[in-house]
């Protein structure tokens, strides 16, 4: 809740000081493939791809055509599987742990130049709205979602807000046609519920943070 109350303040303090110009805004949608992981959660561990889609705003912060804020809302795909190279053909390695969020990322971005056709780089805060949770193949009964655990506060349930930053860069063609790549690293933790699991692990006290890579589209009307 600190760090969450910390980057509100800092973005609420980088949209009153900017010279924002909500007359010029632009919209446009995004949609692209999402590739992610969770640390220190299920057993075994590995990537899950899935796609993110929505829309965005696009709000000048200068006067040169430079400087933007960009938020957006999406729907966006996340969560892990079981698929590590090392333990095809054991329990678990076809397990899908999907977690799909309504996403809200505020980025302040900026282009490295004037340029109608350039490369950009952006950041800010993530924040994710749990709508769907869906558990196929677990290697632990209480991975699952609604299984009732022999272990008394021990759950495979995500948690229903996660927060988190996100950095990307990208390239945009006469400031319409844009592609980007994304990395978002949870601050959240995503499984409260696996902190107590059985086991000797020193992974399992610590906190489940879910990351995100994302590449994609983004096409901004005039």
Partial sequence: MGKLLVSSALLSAVLISAQIDFSSTRFGITAGGTYSRVSNAHNPSGPRISAYGGVLALI???????FYIQPQVEYFGAGESGKDKNAKGTLGYDAVYANNYISVPIY??????????EFFGMAGPRFSFLIDQKVTNPSKAYYAVDELSAYPGVNGKASSFNFGVGLGIGYSYQRKLELAVRYDFGLSNTYKGLMNEPGTDPNIAKKK??????VGLSYIFE
Avoid at 60 to 66: A, M, Y
Avoid at 108 to 117: D, H, L, N, P, V
Avoid at 209 to 214: D, F, G, I, N, R
């Fill in 60 to 66: 000048p912060v200068d006067n040169n055509d430079q």
């Fill in 209 to 214: 943070s879910e990351q995100v890579l994302s």
């Fill in 108 to 117: 302040f971005k900026g282009f490295f130049s004037e340029a109608e056709s």
